[in-house]
């Protein structure tokens, strides 16, 4: 079946830190990849996406690239904030089903600490 | 209205307790899903409606749960005789469509079952 596998976390940073956190996925289709970032108690909110194969999607100094050769789309971020401290969930999508339903990674909690 | 909103936001259930979770979508938004996140991971699909039809209930775990929405708009999820493995924080989400659009969601209501 269709999974998405994250790097485990927490993450901990200083400020102005690189970020990467890994994203690989396994799926039949060809899927649509996001990212999603969660804030303390509250809901998801969509932070990028990509397509097909190739596309690079980017928000907020965030960017991830659709990797179809390595099933992968990794989260970069060249220089973290600590408001971007949050838990970030990866999750592909099945566009041509009619359940359109997303299947999630377990989430890595990022802190980033001043 | 602006977002996706869910109430009740917290709900304590005591074990065997009747529990019913309310979903406002998007207006307009003709897809309506339901999701369980369980505490560090990420969240499971439960159940998928396009307008009034319910399309499909694969996620749901038992048939204590139980969701509709019978006007296309609103949605209810209910869970019968509660308990304690329910505990989770239910996710609600509306995209215009099914079909590989993004979908947007709800802060979420945190079930505790005592």
């Known amino acids: 079946g269709d999974s998405v596998t994250q790097m485990e976390g927490p993450v901990t940073l200083s400020e102005e830190a690189f970020l990467t956190i890994n994203c690989t996925y396994t799926?039949?289709?060809?899927?649509?990849l996001f990212w999603y970032v969660q804030y303390p108690g509250e809901g998801l909110q969509l932070l990028l996406k990509a397509t097909k194969a190739d596309d690079k999607g980017s928000n907020k100094g965030f960017e991830a690239t659709y990797r179809k050769e390595t099933t992968s789309f990794h989260l970069e971020k060249g220089s973290v904030q600590v408001s971007d401290s949050a838990v970030y969930f990866c999750a592909l999508l099945l566009p041509n089903t009619n359940a359109g339903k997303s299947t999630f990674g377990d989430g890595t909690t990022l802190t980033v600490k001043p | 209205g602006a977002g996706v909103s869910q109430s009740p936001r917290y709900k304590v259930a005591k074990r065997g307790q009747d529990v019913a979770l309310r979903c406002d979508p998007i207006s307009g938004h003709v897809s309506l899903f339901w999701y369980q996140q369980a505490l560090g991971q990420g969240p499971e699909f439960l159940t998928y409606?396009?307008?009034?039809?319910?399309?499909?209930k694969s996620g749901l775990p038992s048939d204590r749960f139980f969701a509709e929405r019978p006007e296309g708009s609103v949605s209810t999820l209910k869970i019968q005789r509660t308990q304690q493995e329910d505990s989770a924080v239910y996710l609600c989400?509306?995209?215009?469509?099914?079909?590989?659009?993004?979908?947007?969601f709800g802060p979420g209501t945190r079930l505790t079952v005592t």
């Open positions: 409606f396009q307008n009034e039809a319910q399309l499909d």
């Open positions: 799926a039949t289709g060809y899927p649509s």
């Open positions: 989400a509306s995209s215009r469509s099914g079909r590989g659009y993004e979908q947007y």
